[in-house]
């Protein structure tokens, strides 16, 4: 049971927006910042956002994040192929000095 | 550009002790948080803690009694110790660098990931 809680799924048609949803609580995401990762099959996650809605050199403009209490969430408009991922929202836990991830979202694009 | 290496046994035995060393190349190990972070197969991430490079810790609460970290700055490299493991251990082992911009941090460089059988 992850601390962040992520829709195990979603889905989505080439061109299409999607939103991914992550909720936690006020000792995690209620006063911290939230990150996002993109996980491709078989390789290690990559940085996609950071300090709620900042994006990492390189990365497309077609990824937003944003935060709201104590939920955040990303979006991905113009949906393409190669966006068919895992993807985790992650933030630092005051509670349990720690990092804490969500359960993880499998995007499909169909 | 940093890069990261995780080396160590692919398998291990229940009741023995995990033991994994994440090796960081292109940059220094200083003035960072290096943590280790865990993936059992089709699940997601679970960090297991973080060491500064003066040997300060955090530990995840669920791992902290098997957990132990350390460091070595002469080498560029630091250490992961999981004791009395058992199948549920059984995961891909991801070390990581937490890299700073003003007060927000966040894992910037990866390994590669190294995968960790526990079974006799």
């Known amino acids: 049971q992850s601390v962040l809680t992520q829709p195990p799924s979603a889905s989505g048609t080439p061109g299409q927006r999607v939103i991914i949803s992550c909720s936690g609580s006020?000792?995690?995401?209620?006063?911290?910042?939230v990150y996002w990762y993109q996980q491709l099959p078989g390789t290690a996650p990559k940085l996609l956002i950071y300090?709620?809605?900042q994006r990492p050199s390189g990365v497309p403009d077609r990824f937003s994040g944003s935060k709201s209490g104590t939920s955040a969430s990303l979006a991905i408009s113009g949906l393409r192929s190669e966006d068919e991922a895992d993807y985790y929202c992650?933030?630092?836990?005051?509670?349990?000095?720690?990092?804490?991830f969500g359960g993880g979202t499998k995007l499909t694009v169909l | 550009q940093v890069q990261l290496q995780e080396s160590g046994p692919g398998l291990v035995k229940p009741s023995e002790t995990l033991s994994l060393t994440c090796t960081v190349s292109?940059?220094?190990?200083?003035?960072?948080?290096w943590s280790w972070i865990r993936q059992p197969a089709g699940n997601g991430l679970e960090w297991i803690g973080r060491?500064?490079?003066?040997?300060?810790?955090n530990y995840n609460p669920s791992l902290k009694s098997r957990v132990t970290m350390s460091v070595d700055t002469s080498k560029n490299q630091f250490s992961l110790k999981l004791s009395s493991v058992t199948a549920a251990d059984t995961a891909v082992y991801y070390c990581?660098?937490?890299?700073?911009?003003?007060?927000?941090?966040?894992?910037?460089?990866w390994g590669q990931g190294t995968l960790v059988t526990v079974s006799s």
């Open positions: 300090r709620n809605n």
């Open positions: 292109g940059g220094s190990i200083s003035s960072y948080y």
């Open positions: 006020s000792s995690n995401i209620g006063i911290n910042y």
């Open positions: 992650a933030a630092w836990d005051d509670s349990l000095s720690g990092w804490v």
């Open positions: 060491i500064y490079t003066s040997g300060s810790t």
């Open positions: 990581a660098r937490e890299g700073y911009t003003y007060t927000s941090y966040y894992f910037d460089y």
